[in-house]
């Protein structure tokens, strides 16, 4: 049974940092691409950052770049989300997703973790 069970959210005041996880089981992920989605009330889910678990390789949302670091240890299993310079619209539930396709597309990924409450406040 796969599962990616996040952790690390919590709340902030604005300009702090947190470091999100997400542990990955129950299969091999190594030709998938690990996404962070973030989705807050009343609005779509939107693509955060993702990484390839086999190059490293990344890609971040254009308001993420410069902020936002995702990093992955394979012999952990786990990806992270290092969010520094946090704002207020920054709050939303957070969720880490693998997917076969390196995409943004959040219907492009198969398996999603339960999510993590990430409160900033001003």
């Known amino acids: 049974q796969v599962q990616l069970v996040e952790s690390g959210g919590g709340l902030v005041q604005a300009g702090g940092s947190l470091r999100l996880s997400c542990v990955a089981s129950?299969?091999?992920?190594?030709?998938?691409?690990m996404g962070w989605f973030r989705q807050a009330p009343g609005k779509e889910r939107q693509f955060v950052a993702r990484?390839?678990?086999?190059?490293?390789?990344?890609y971040y949302a254009d308001s993420m770049k410069g902020r936002f670091t995702i990093s992955r240890d394979n012999g952990k299993n786990t990806v992270y989300l290092q969010m520094n310079n946090l704002k207020p619209e920054d709050t939303a539930v957070y969720y880490c997703?693998?997917?076969?396709?390196?995409?943004?597309?959040?219907?492009?990924?198969?398996?999603w973790g339960q999510g993590t409450q990430v409160t900033v406040s001003s």
């Open positions: 997703a693998a997917g076969r396709l390196q995409s943004v597309n959040p219907r492009e990924y198969s398996y």
């Open positions: 129950g299969r091999t992920f190594n030709n998938y691409a």
């Open positions: 990484i390839s678990w086999s190059s490293g390789s990344t």
